[in-house]
């Protein structure tokens, strides 16, 4: 842990991030790992976990394209819907394997957002945002009423090979952690600085040497992949999947509250609101006519008195950053005399 000073700011924050946190988190995901694999986890709480792995995947996702790059996109669940139906396309009516239908499943998604950029990159702000969503929509009237889909009967994955909870936590925890990584490490690079440049300021950005167009489709294509293969994973547990649940914008709706809960902008945020998120999601399960009302009704007061969200105000109040991705400066003592950060 090291203690910076923020460029903008004369108060010095700890940094928790470098070799001894990573060393910290590899040890917990090796733990995570051989607990899985080895059986000591009950099924109950593998699935738990399953879903919190892939919440964390979808919820740093979308917090990279409008926590990061000021990207709000309500359309995500696109991504999710075209996943689940390759996999039960391909195992069910072309009798293949289910991880080729999970990687076509991604591909698609890749390609399908691909195209869209040219269309939707035109438009910022609340504009970007409902043309996602109205594009997820008209995805699924199309799915809805295509009959080699089964139009709304929806269909059912079929394949021999369908793994059971215990390799689906594993495939989970992999994915969860390739893509806090590819975050972690995207955002420390000129493109990543790029991408928090045009968040601030998308004009200023341009004008200093950003290209817009090309730092959108990375993070696009990026988010669209890593969701894809989360969804796709979401409905090998399943086993079967509707256009009314796969491309529901509850999808994304889950991916705004676990980002705000935890806090917008931060690497660490979306890990605690998505198990708070699944730990809420399991209990008002029973509660069906409430859930949504009571998810609601605490992502309203977090924004009014936690407008950070936990992570986010818990690093303001107490000075720290976990793997920060903003620019420091080396404190100073007296004139042109600089001190090294002291390592804790």
């Known amino acids: ?193 790029g991408l928090t440049a045009m968040r601030d300021d998308a004009d200023a950005a341009s004008s200093v040497g950003v290209n817009i167009f090309k730092s959108k489709l990375l993070c696009y294509v990026i988010c669209s992949l890593f969701i894809g293969l989360a969804g796709g994973l979401f409905f090998l547990n399943k086993g079967s999947v509707l256009p009314s649940s796969a491309f529901s914008i509850s999808w994304t709706v889950s991916m705004v509250f676990i980002v705000i809960i935890g806090g917008v902008g931060t690497m660490s945020g979306p890990v605690v609101g998505a198990v708070i998120y699944v730990l809420l999601d399991e209990y008002l399960s029973h509660y069906p006519g409430w859930s949504n009302i009571i998810l609601g009704a605490i992502a309203i007061l977090v924004i009014i008195f936690l407008p950070d969200g936990i992570m986010g105000t818990l ?3 107490l000075h720290f950053e976990i793997f920060s991705q903003k620019r420091f400066s080396e404190p100073k003592v007296g004139k042109g005399i600089k001190k090294k950060a002291k390592i804790v």
């Not at 979808?58 to 390759?86: D, I, K, P, R």
């Not at 991880?99 to 970007?128: E, N, P």
């Not at 994955?157 to 975050?183: H, N, Q």
Request: aromatic share 14%; charged share 10%.
């Open 315 to 317: 690093q303001k109040k």
């Open 1 to 193: 842990m090291e203690n910076k000073t923020l460029a903008s700011s004369r108060k010095p924050i700890k940094v928790l991030d470098g070799l001894p946190l990573l060393i910290i988190l590899g040890v917990i995901v090796l733990a995570l790992y051989l607990l899985g694999a080895t059986g000591v986890f009950a099924k109950n709480t593998m699935r738990y976990l399953f879903k919190i792995f892939l919440y964390i995947t979808m919820g740093e996702m979308w917090n990279l394209m409008s926590g990061f790059t000021g990207m709000t996109s309500l359309g995500q669940q696109v991504f999710v819907g075209l996943a689940g139906y390759s996999i039960a396309v391909l195992t069910t009516t072309y009798k293949m394997s289910f991880w080729l239908g999970l990687l076509t499943g991604a591909v698609i998604g890749v390609a399908f957002a691909l195209i869209l950029s040219f269309i939707l990159f035109r438009m910022r702000g609340m504009y970007f945002a409902v043309a996602t969503w109205l594009v997820s929509e008209a995805v699924c009237t199309w799915f809805t009423s295509w009959k080699y889909v089964n139009q709304g009967g929806g269909m059912t994955i079929r394949t021999s090979e369908i793994p059971k909870i215990g390799p689906l936590y594993l495939y989970a925890l992999t994915l969860c952690v390739i893509a806090f990584m590819v975050i972690y490490i995207l955002l420390r690079t000129k493109t990543g600085l």
